[in-house]
């Protein structure tokens, strides 16, 4: 079965929209429970945290070494897990639906021309 198929069969069912938004609630109930919220946080501020962890990862990749407090994992690896575990804090104080917008995304992009291999190949085509 490939990637499209299994995506297609998730679309179908409640699986995949529910497990990102149980994901969310819980990043964000964790969050919320550390004291994270107690005043209000700026957008900027919480999309900033993201970025600085998506550059940690970039850091990791770089120097292929392991993380500091998950020493038997990756730094790029973990730091990519910071870095979800932040979306999901944002988005559920933003009480966004992200697991529904994250179904129809992929969706719309499984059908979007500009992602298909032969057109990405033309002259003009988007490289990556």
């Known amino acids: 079965m490939t990637y499209k198929e299994k995506l297609e069969d998730q679309v179908n069912q409640i699986g ?14 964790l969050s ?4 994270w919220h107690d005043n209000p946080r700026e957008v900027g501020t919480m ?4 970025h ?3 550059s940690e990862s970039l850091e990791g990749f770089r120097k292929d070494i392991n993380d500091d407090h998950l020493p038997n994992r990756k730094m790029a690896e973990v730091e990519l ?6 979306i999901f804090d944002l988005a559920g104080s933003q009480g966004f ?3 529904g917008a994250l179904k ?3 969706v719309y992009n499984m059908n979007r021309l500009d992602h298909k291999a032969e057109n990405r190949k033309k002259q003009n085509g988007k490289k990556f």
């Open 16 to 29: 995949l929209a529910g497990m990102v938004n149980e994901l969310v609630n819980y990043c964000y109930g």
């Open 32 to 35: 919320k429970e550390a004291g």
């Open 47 to 50: 999309l900033a945290l993201i």
């Open 52 to 54: 600085s962890e998506v």
């Open 81 to 86: 897990a910071d870095a979800v575990i932040r």
């Open 97 to 99: 639906d992200l697991g």
């Open 104 to 106: 129809e995304k992929l």
